[in-house]
């Protein structure tokens, strides 16, 4: 019986693809895992923000400097939150500016979902919307 010998070149080849995939499995948790927590400090942020407002007496912030304080309050309280088994003194700028994206989002989905709703409304007709 004769001995069939593979050229290295294979086994290198074959373990090149195995890396690349392996790296590219881990790109994909990690962004899976940074996706993750930045909808749970959304929502613990949203949580906290809505719960400071209904306090209040009107439900909503009378002076803006007064919104503003909540709005760091509730983001500060959502990242202690997050980070409540670990020490935290610091809040990392992409971690605030992650946020300050989603809350950008957030306001333009709901935004859209609004003229979707005043669209369907008036039957589409050409009035100017934001007059509304």
Known sequence: ??????????F?????????????????????????????????????????????????????????????????DAFRCENLNREYNEIAISDIEDLIERLYQQGKDYLDRVRTVQEQAQGHSKTDLDAL
Do not use: W
Not at 1 to 10: A, N, T, V
Not at 20 to 42: C, D, F, I, Q
């Open 12 to 76: 290198d080849s074959a373990e090149k693809a195995h890396n690349h995939l392996t790296l590219k499995h881990e790109e994909m948790l990690e962004l899976a895992e940074k996706r993750e927590k930045s909808n749970r400090v959304l929502q613990r942020y949203n949580d906290y923000y809505n719960m400071e407002c209904a306090g209040l007496t009107h439900g909503t912030p009378i002076t803006p400097e007064h919104q503003q304080m909540i709005a760091l309050q509730s983001m500060i």
């Open 1 to 10: 019986m004769e001995d069939r010998f593979y050229p290295d070149e294979m």
